[in-house]
Protein backbone atom coordinates (compact mmCIF):
# COMPACT_ATOMS: atom_id res chain seq x y z
CA UNK A 1 0.00 0.00 0.00
CA UNK A 2 1.06 3.59 -1.08
CA UNK A 3 0.23 7.02 0.59
CA UNK A 4 0.30 9.33 -2.34
CA UNK A 5 -0.19 13.23 -0.87
CA UNK A 6 -0.23 16.45 -2.83
CA UNK A 7 -1.43 19.82 -3.49
CA UNK A 8 -3.74 20.43 -6.22
CA UNK A 9 -1.29 22.30 -8.18
CA UNK A 10 1.60 19.20 -7.22
CA UNK A 11 -1.30 16.58 -8.76
CA UNK A 12 -0.31 15.59 -12.75
CA UNK A 13 -3.45 15.48 -14.71
CA UNK A 14 -3.38 12.09 -14.86
CA UNK A 15 -3.89 11.96 -11.10
CA UNK A 16 -6.20 14.39 -10.95
CA UNK A 17 -8.54 13.02 -13.31
CA UNK A 18 -8.37 9.27 -11.83
CA UNK A 19 -9.32 11.07 -8.32
CA UNK A 20 -12.21 12.86 -9.99
CA UNK A 21 -13.37 9.24 -11.69
CA UNK A 22 -13.09 7.62 -8.77
CA UNK A 23 -15.36 10.16 -6.74
CA UNK A 24 -17.87 10.37 -9.83
CA UNK A 25 -17.76 6.69 -8.91
CA UNK A 26 -18.55 5.96 -6.05
CA UNK A 27 -20.78 9.64 -4.95
CA UNK A 28 -22.70 9.51 -8.55
CA UNK A 29 -23.09 6.34 -9.66
CA UNK A 30 -22.93 4.06 -6.98
CA UNK A 31 -24.33 6.60 -4.34
CA UNK A 32 -26.90 7.87 -6.56
CA UNK A 33 -26.19 11.05 -5.07
CA UNK A 34 -26.15 13.54 -7.89
CA UNK A 35 -24.33 16.89 -6.45
CA UNK A 36 -21.76 19.29 -7.34
CA UNK A 37 -18.47 17.46 -7.15
CA UNK A 38 -16.32 20.40 -8.88
CA UNK A 39 -16.79 22.95 -5.80
CA UNK A 40 -13.48 25.21 -6.06
CA UNK A 41 -12.15 23.77 -3.01
CA UNK A 42 -9.74 21.22 -4.77
CA UNK A 43 -7.71 24.02 -5.25
CA UNK A 44 -6.78 24.74 -2.05
CA UNK A 45 -6.78 21.30 -0.48
CA UNK A 46 -4.68 18.61 0.52
CA UNK A 47 -5.21 15.37 -1.82
CA UNK A 48 -4.60 12.28 -0.42
CA UNK A 49 -4.99 8.41 -1.60
CA UNK A 50 -3.74 4.97 -1.70
CA UNK A 51 -2.57 2.93 -4.07
CA UNK A 52 -2.53 -1.37 -3.93
CA UNK A 53 -0.62 -2.37 -7.25
CA UNK A 54 -1.57 1.39 -8.81
CA UNK A 55 -4.99 0.79 -7.89
CA UNK A 56 -6.71 3.58 -6.20
CA UNK A 57 -8.26 1.65 -2.65
CA UNK A 58 -8.99 4.96 -0.80
CA UNK A 59 -8.77 8.83 -1.00
CA UNK A 60 -9.53 11.92 0.62
CA UNK A 61 -9.17 15.73 0.52
CA UNK A 62 -8.29 17.81 3.61
CA UNK A 63 -9.86 21.56 3.25
CA UNK A 64 -8.32 24.30 4.79
CA UNK A 65 -10.67 26.46 7.28
CA UNK A 66 -13.00 29.04 5.27
CA UNK A 67 -13.04 27.00 2.24
CA UNK A 68 -15.69 23.84 2.09
CA UNK A 69 -16.38 24.30 6.10
CA UNK A 70 -15.34 27.21 8.62
CA UNK A 71 -12.94 24.89 10.21
CA UNK A 72 -10.19 22.92 8.53
CA UNK A 73 -12.18 20.27 7.58
CA UNK A 74 -12.01 16.36 5.72
CA UNK A 75 -14.31 14.99 2.78
CA UNK A 76 -14.52 13.18 -0.32
CA UNK A 77 -13.35 10.42 1.82
CA UNK A 78 -13.96 7.01 -0.38
CA UNK A 79 -12.63 3.66 -0.20
CA UNK A 80 -13.53 1.18 -3.36
CA UNK A 81 -12.47 -1.91 -1.50
CA UNK A 82 -14.07 -2.38 1.75
CA UNK A 83 -13.44 -4.45 4.90
CA UNK A 84 -9.93 -4.05 4.64
CA UNK A 85 -9.01 -1.49 6.89
CA UNK A 86 -8.28 1.53 3.54
CA UNK A 87 -10.73 3.95 5.34
CA UNK A 88 -9.13 3.94 9.22
CA UNK A 89 -5.97 4.08 7.19
CA UNK A 90 -6.65 7.19 5.02
CA UNK A 91 -8.05 9.15 7.86
CA UNK A 92 -5.68 8.59 10.03
CA UNK A 93 -3.28 10.59 6.84
CA UNK A 94 -5.87 12.87 6.56
CA UNK A 95 -5.99 14.05 10.03
CA UNK A 96 -2.11 14.01 10.04
CA UNK A 97 -2.21 16.66 6.99
CA UNK A 98 -4.36 18.70 8.63
CA UNK A 99 -2.15 19.05 11.05
CA UNK A 100 0.83 19.21 9.13
CA UNK A 101 -0.49 21.64 6.55
CA UNK A 102 -2.85 23.92 8.08
CA UNK A 103 -2.39 23.58 11.98
CA UNK A 104 -5.69 21.84 12.66
CA UNK A 105 -6.54 21.31 16.67
CA UNK A 106 -10.01 21.27 15.71
CA UNK A 107 -11.20 19.12 12.14
CA UNK A 108 -14.55 19.27 10.91
CA UNK A 109 -15.61 15.93 9.30
CA UNK A 110 -17.85 16.10 6.24
CA UNK A 111 -20.56 13.39 5.81
Given at each position: ?????????????????????????????????????????????????????????????????GTHMKEISIGRVI?????????????????????????????????
Amino acid sequence: MILHKKTFHELTTDELYELLRVRSEVFVVEQNCVYQDLDGDDQQSIHLWLTVEDKVVALARVCPAGTHMKEISIGRVITTERGKGYGKQIMLHAIDAAVEHFGATHIDIEA
